[in-house]
């Protein structure tokens, strides 16, 4: 199983990143699948999820309305789109893969991705 990020990069307040998380050695539509941020100096924050089936979405408020979360099935591959961008936006982004169901237990990491949002 491996999952990479890619997509992050440098941008200024008000602009727009979309990160993918290309998936390997399982299908994404089988898995509820998030994205977690870690921002310098801070925790691990989840940002948002899909289910297996993607009709589930969930955001935490405060990207709520901003980010939107997506898969494609064909191309085995997670996005977030992220729009409106802030400087508290700046972390490395991971996609993760959840165990089962809609646990919020992960087994499998990506690598991670940077975002940085700054005038």
């Known amino acids: 199983v491996q999952l990479v990020e890619s997509g992050g990069g440098s941008v200024q307040p008000g602009g727009s990143l979309r990160l993918s998380c290309a998936a390997s050695?399982?299908?994404?539509?089988?898995?509820?699948m998030t994205w977690v941020r870690q921002a310098p100096g801070k925790g691990l924050e989840w940002v948002s999820a899909?289910?297996?089936?993607?009709?589930?979405?969930s955001y935490a408020d405060s990207v709520k309305g901003r980010f939107t979360i997506s898969r494609d099935n064909a191309e085995n591959t997670l996005y977030l789109q992220m729009n409106s961008l802030k400087p508290e936006d700046t972390a490395v982004y991971y996609c993760?893969?959840?165990?089962?169901?809609?646990?919020?237990?992960?087994?499998?990491w990506g690598q991670g991705t940077q975002v940085t949002v700054s005038s």
């Open positions: 899909i289910n297996s089936g993607g009709g589930i979405t």
């Open positions: 050695g399982f299908t994404v539509s089988s898995y509820a």
């Open positions: 993760a893969k959840y165990i089962s169901g809609w646990s919020h237990e992960y087994d499998y």
